[in-house]
């Protein structure tokens, strides 16, 4: 019987893999990579074999959708930011019967999802750039689930959430369950990115405090709380992708029956007009 033996709320900022290479910005998020790699560490240590990422770069605007491929492998170039993520090679294997019986729970309990087995169906960066870092630190499959829901209710997010709870523990699979996607999303407006050091700054501090005490519910283990807070946090603080990530991630955990407290692994840190951190939740 499978299991989720691990979630976690995670960052996936482009300026992660910029960090990599020589330049202004080389070494500046360190901590936040060093974050994935502890939590990936973690979660091997729990025997997971299984990456599913709740990824807020994945847009639809119809049903729910599952990338289950056999296999991913190819080289990303980000259609939003070419000049910060380019030639990105990655090869990983997937989970395709566990994206299929995602896709099936999810249906049966009325929110309609395709799993999907095309090669040309590539993987989004909020899937990548978690990868990138996590697979170094074990032999992960990993299966894609799209976050950025345009046209979604939240209720029917928490049925996908529940369904992927079902799906895993009726599967082998032992899990590491990701929400990628930021706190707050405020990007800085074209003109002003530069003038306010867009890169290492937030553009309010109304979210920035948000954040914050969204953090300090999390480590508290006011999840209930949250989660009663969670539209309208997402609404005024542009949450990323609507939160629907973060919708599923609870829902999967049991939603204001989950009793874990947060784990900030890391710092919370600004990047580009937005809220990030890495949180993981432990699974009881």
């Avoid at 019987?1 to 300026?15: D, N, Q, R, W, Y």
Wanted: proline share 2%.
């Amino acid at each position: 019987m499978g299991e989720i033996v691990l979630s976690a709320k995670i960052t996936h900022v482009p300026t992660m893999i910029m960090s990599e290479q020589p330049g202004r910005l080389h070494g500046c998020r360190q901590q936040a990579i060093d974050g994935h790699k502890e939590i990936a560490r973690r979660a091997k240590a729990l025997g997971a074999d299984t990456i599913v990422v709740l990824d807020t770069h994945w847009c639809v605007n119809a049903g729910y959708h599952v990338n289950a491929n056999h296999r991913f492998e190819g080289i990303f170039t980000s259609h939003e930011f070419p000049q910060f993520i380019q030639g990105l090679e990655y090869a990983y294997e997937g989970n395709a019967a566990l994206g299929d019986l995602i896709a099936e729970k999810a249906t049966a309990k009325g929110a309609f999802t395709l799993s999907h087995q095309i090669d040309s169906l590539d993987l989004e960066y909020g899937t990548l750039v978690p990868m990138r870092y996590m697979a170094s630190e074990g032999d992960f499959k990993v299966v894609s689930v799209a976050a950025w829901c345009t046209v979604h209710s939240y209720d029917s997010s928490r049925k996908l959430g529940e369904a992927i709870r079902e799906a895993i523990e009726e599967s082998d699979a032992k899990v590491l369950l990701l929400a990628s996607g930021s706190l707050s999303h405020k990007i800085w407006a074209n003109d002003d990115y530069e003038a306010n050091n867009g890169t290492f700054t937030i553009s309010s501090e109304f979210n920035r405090q948000v954040d914050l005490h969204v953090l300090n519910l999390w480590q508290n283990g006011e999840i209930a709380t949250f989660l009663k807070m969670l539209p309208e946090y997402a609404d005024y603080c542009c949450g990323e992708g609507s939160m629907h990530d973060t919708v599923m991630l609870f829902a999967a955990l049991g939603w204001d029956r989950y009793t874990g407290k947060g784990e900030l692994i890391g710092e919370y840190f600004p990047s580009s007009g937005t809220g990030q951190a890495n949180v993981v939740f432990p699974v009881h």
